[in-house]
């Protein structure tokens, strides 16, 4: 499986961004996929992820109302809209995917998903 990001690049504070990420290799019947994302000297989290049967959602509450995640099952695709952006969302955006169809109490766990993309950097510029 690999999985395919793109949008990542430079804003201003207030701006908006759009990161996608493809995944190919295999047939997916479910999935969870999402992103997360690391700043320079903290740890790996959560931004927002989704699965693919009924769509349900889990975001870092830091992102609610600002950022929106979404997916295309016939392409195996995740966007992640992201709007209002703060200087404090600069980091490296992660895509990840599990072909399982994870219980919500288990998405923003980094540790249940078995693929992940090679990061794109957002950086937002004051």
């Known amino acids: 499986v690999q999985l395919q990001a793109s949008g990542g690049g430079v804003v201003q504070a207030g701006g908006s961004l759009r990161l996608s990420c493809a995944a190919s290799?295999?047939?997916?019947?479910?999935?969870?996929m999402g992103w997360f994302r690391q700043a320079p000297g903290k740890e790996r989290e959560l931004v927002a992820t989704?699965?693919?049967?009924?769509?349900?959602?889990v975001y870092a509450d830091s992102v609610k109302g600002r950022f929106t995640i979404s997916r295309d099952n016939t392409k195996n695709m995740v966007n992640l809209q992201m709007n209002i952006l703060r200087t404090e969302d600069t980091a490296v955006y992660y895509c990840?995917?599990?072909?399982?169809?994870?219980?919500?109490?288990?998405?923003?766990?980094?540790?249940?998903?078995?693929?992940w993309g090679q990061g794109t950097l957002v950086t937002v510029s004051s």
């Open positions: 989704i699965r693919r049967t009924g769509g349900s959602t």
């Open positions: 990840a995917l599990t072909p399982r169809h994870l219980i919500v109490s288990s998405m923003s766990n980094e540790n249940e998903y078995d693929y």
């Open positions: 290799g295999r047939t997916f019947s479910s999935y969870t």
